[in-house]
């Protein structure tokens, strides 16, 4: 399957029926802060708990030179990456002008006080992940 079939297969799995892996709990993530989790791979994605109390799932790699995005500042519904102070979008992984990239995001499913993240997505390549959610932009796959 190449990494195009996989990410439209991504795309269009139902996103209720999809398998959820419980990976941590919210009171492992501090109010605009942030937890890593470790891929399969060894690939860490970074859980961030936005102003809203909302919880978001990113690559834990900023699209401009894979500074850890688990380390920087949460604001408002963004990440300042620790590195050179880009802003990246929780929602989407995106940079806010006037940078442009974007770093894999994942879906997040909260039920009481668990977190989960979909199975599927986290034994997925990386770049079928950037495929599927950066539609094209610079992804997070910087060293």
């Known amino acids: 399957m190449s990494a195009a079939d996989f990410a439209a297969d991504l795309a269009s799995a ?3 029926d999809a398998a959820w892996t419980q990976v941590c709990t919210l009171a492992d993530i501090p109010a605009l802060g942030a937890r890593r989790v ?8 970074a859980l961030f708990r936005a102003e809203s109390d909302r ?5 834990d790699r900023c699209p401009h030179k894979g500074g850890p995005l688990s380390q920087g500042i949460v604001f408002g519904e963004s990440v300042a990456c620790p590195l050179h102070n880009w802003t990246i979008r929780l929602g989407d992984g995106r940079a806010q002008a006037p ?4 770093t894999p995001a994942f879906a997040v499913k909260v039920e009481g006080e668990q977190i989960y993240l979909r ?3 986290l034994h997925a ?4 992940m950037a495929a599927s959610t950066c539609h094209g932009a610079a992804c997070g796959s910087a060293a």
Do not use: K
């Open 125 to 128: 390549p990386i770049a079928a």
């Open 38 to 45: 470790r891929r399969p791979d060894g690939v860490d994605i």
């Open 99 to 102: 940078d442009d990239g974007c």
């Open 119 to 121: 199975s599927d997505q």
């Open 14 to 16: 139902a996103h209720a």
């Open 55 to 59: 919880i978001y799932a990113l690559l």
